[in-house]
């Protein structure tokens, strides 16, 4: 069973720090795609990242991929409360077109 | 380019009922997943469709079915409701690239009584 654990699994800040999140398997992926979802909506795309070691900046959020493909984190820098949400990461495999799913973390940035 | 369209937005059924769920994608959009989201158990994947054949299916009972039409609108029903159902039902589309981003709908809050 491929599995994707997401850490931490709740967290809650105040407004102005620091915060990473992280995404890590013992399978390899062809992509994994970032979702940030809020209360009565779906999830929403964030980022995809497909190559090894790449990094991918969205304003205030860092996102990363592992070298080898089977882990991920994402770094908010300066958090604020409209970032406040379940941010959920999703492992693409070759041999199938099922994603993997994490568990997601939950977010709340404090005023 | 209009979004994910599922209705009812909200729905209140009793136990052994069966309910029937509405996804309209994208435009384009040949591939319709849907998941199930509980508080305790995340995002389940149900199964997809595309271009009106199921390719994958998740880990849930034959009490879940569905079916995609030929203008790539979904459906899934569910039979003999239990409680433990009652959960946020999520469609999304994507094109039909493997790794294609999946566009999620705002979902369906089924909840049994």
């Known amino acids: 069973t491929q599995l994707l654990e997401q850490s931490p699994q709740f967290l809650s800040i105040q407004e102005g720090e620091n915060l990473t999140v992280y995404c890590n398997s013992s399978s390899v992926f062809s992509s994994l795609q970032w979702y940030r979802q809020e209360p009565g909506e779906g999830p929403v795309l964030l980022v995809t990242?497909?190559?090894g070691g790449e990094v991918k900046k969205l304003k205030r959020l860092t996102f990363q991929f592992g070298d080898a493909r089977k882990d991920s984190s994402l770094h908010i820098t300066a958090a604020q409360p409209g970032d406040t949400g379940l941010y959920l990461c999703?492992?693409?495999?070759?041999?199938?077109?099922?994603?993997?799913w994490g568990a997601g973390t939950k977010l709340i940035i404090k005023p | 380019k209009a979004g994910v369209t599922q209705t009812p937005r909200y729905l209140i059924k009793t136990r052994g009922q069966q309910v029937t769920l509405s996804c309209s994608p994208i435009?384009?959009?040949?591939?319709v997943s849907w998941y199930q989201q509980t508080p305790g158990q995340g995002l389940q994947f149900l199964f997809e469709?595309?271009?009106?054949?199921?390719?994958n299916k998740g880990n849930f009972p034959g009490r879940f079915s569905g079916r995609q039409f030929s203008n790539s609108r979904s459906e899934m029903n569910v039979s003999t409701l239990e409680l433990g159902d009652s959960a946020l039902y999520l469609c999304a589309s994507s094109l039909e690239a493997r790794s294609s981003p999946l566009h999620f709908g705002n979902g369906t809050r089924l909840t049994v009584t």
């Open positions: 999703a492992g693409s495999l070759d041999s199938n077109y099922q994603l993997i």
């Open positions: 990242v497909v190559t």
């Open positions: 435009s384009g959009h040949r591939s």
């Open positions: 469709y595309f271009s009106e054949t199921q390719r």
